[in-house]
């Protein structure tokens, strides 16, 4: 089902999906890439490993798809070129190069990539993950962004705010984002 602000504005939403940097979390990641990627969207990551490379992979190897694959590249030690190893993973096709090294527990911090990550998202999934995914959902609520988190349990995400709403149903996933992808920009 092709998400029908695309059809009025020619132009396609961009979904953030964030998550472990370690863990691929296979079976989630790859749900989640496939599905974004026959939606008709940018999938954005910040373009590492873990999940980040899982839903990138799976997103990327979907042969019809519109969208392209996005990754928000951290800096390196102190703010300079290059990026740390392992960055962008092999199926990043748009990488942006920041200066922004921070990341983790420092990932609410401006020198942290993650503002980005969640200022360009029209929508967020946090998959599991530790203190970065944690400060990636910190920033979709400073931010007034529209988030779910497809999870098994609340500890999938340490210290995971309350309000955020959690599923393992796939379907309700489904449902928000494509409830949010439907509203004009500016009313979610």
Do not use: C
């Not at 799976?58 to 800096?75: L, T, Y």
């Amino acid at each position: 089902m092709m998400i029908r602000a695309i059809q009025k504005s020619g132009r396609l939403p961009i979904v953030g999906v964030m998550g472990s940097g370690t863990r691929s979390h296979n079976t989630r990641a790859r749900m989640v890439g496939r599905w974004l990627a026959g939606v008709g969207v940018h999938l954005l990551t910040g373009g590492g490993s873990g999940v980040m490379a899982a839903v990138s992979e799976a997103f990327f190897k979907v042969s019809d798809r519109k969208g392209s694959v996005i990754g928000i590249i951290p800096g390196g030690r102190d703010g300079r070129p290059p990026a740390p190893a392992g960055y962008p993973n092999p199926w990043v096709e748009i990488p942006i190069f920041t200066h922004l090294p921070l990341s983790g527990t420092a990932g609410t911090d401006l020198q942290s990539r993650n503002h980005i990550n969640i200022l360009t998202s029209r929508v967020i999934i946090a998959l599991p993950g530790s203190a970065g995914t944690a400060s990636e959902v910190a920033l979709a609520l400073k931010y007034n962004r529209s988030l779910v988190a497809f999870l098994k349990t609340r500890q999938e995400i340490p210290g995971l705010p309350e309000n955020i709403m959690v599923t393992d149903e796939f379907e309700r996933v489904k449902t928000l984002v494509h409830s949010v992808l439907n509203t004009p920009a500016g009313q979610t």
